[in-house]
């Protein structure tokens, strides 16, 4: 089994070929694949195949709006094992690594995810580094609500960005406070508002056109970036600073992105990095998901180790 590792502004991705969707992606698997000390180590995986497979092999129970049977499909995971409906810095890499491994010539195409078409545009790309440019399709903003993190009530705006977001802009943080902060342990939130979990960003407000943000994802934990979480994160800056539309540099712990919104709808732009390819160990890879089909075998303790509470039922 071939792999590529790579990130989009350190938040960092397996990414496995897989055309027809043969493979039994099964939670065990990517949860140790994803461990950084019992397998590759990553934020999450990235099945490379095309939509008609998926839908097919039933991956897929219909497709998502405005993609095609032939469209490239990102079947995203999360380190937990856990499906999620989207990845800002994962279409990124994606769509690098389609043009790296020679499965596109194009630099504008449609990447397919469970929120729907994302077109991409990628620049500069060599077979490392790549610039790309993600429609990341409607923004949202819902309810506001609040969580609990390193002990402080955070009170932000629900935002929609194919996956659900709690973005909070405090009036009163700067940079150095957020760098501060405690992200090792998971927000409490209300279960009401996000059933399904939510990824948490606490935001510096927008100054000069910039804003410090971090993230804990929901079934993964802090990441050093979170692509649809810059989007949430911009959009509830703009709101804060009294605008809806507008250009934001966000910066993560990983590097910057740059974010658009024009009525309701959002762009992303940000690198890419592709930096190693290998081979899995056919043994190893096949124990895996044997461990899935033993009973009591779940011996195994992920580095991620996440409530089973945020993590999604399934999409
Ligand atoms: N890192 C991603 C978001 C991945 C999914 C998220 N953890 C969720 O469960 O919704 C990004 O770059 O957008």
New binding site residues.
Partial sequence: MAFTKGHGTQ?DFVVLEDRDAHLDLTENRVRTLCDRRAGLGA??VLRVATAGALLERGILSALPDGVAAADWFMD?R?ADG?V???????VRVFAHYLRAAGLTGESRFVVGSRAGARPVIVHDVDDTDAQVTVDMGPVRLTESSSAVLDGRRWTGTGVDVG??HLACVPADLDAAGLAALDLTRPPEYDHTVFPH?V?LEIVTPARENRVHMRVF????GE?R?????TVAAAAAALRADGRTDGELTVTVPGGDVVVRIDDGHATLRGPSVLLASGTLSPSWWAGLAEADRTPHASQEMPVHSAPRSWI?DGV
Wanted: hydrophobic content about 15%.
């Fill in positions: 938040n934020d999450g995203y999360n856990s999620a409906e989207m990845c800002g810095n994962g996956n659900p979990g990824n994802e929901r079934g993964v990441t970036s979170c692509g649809t979480g999604m």
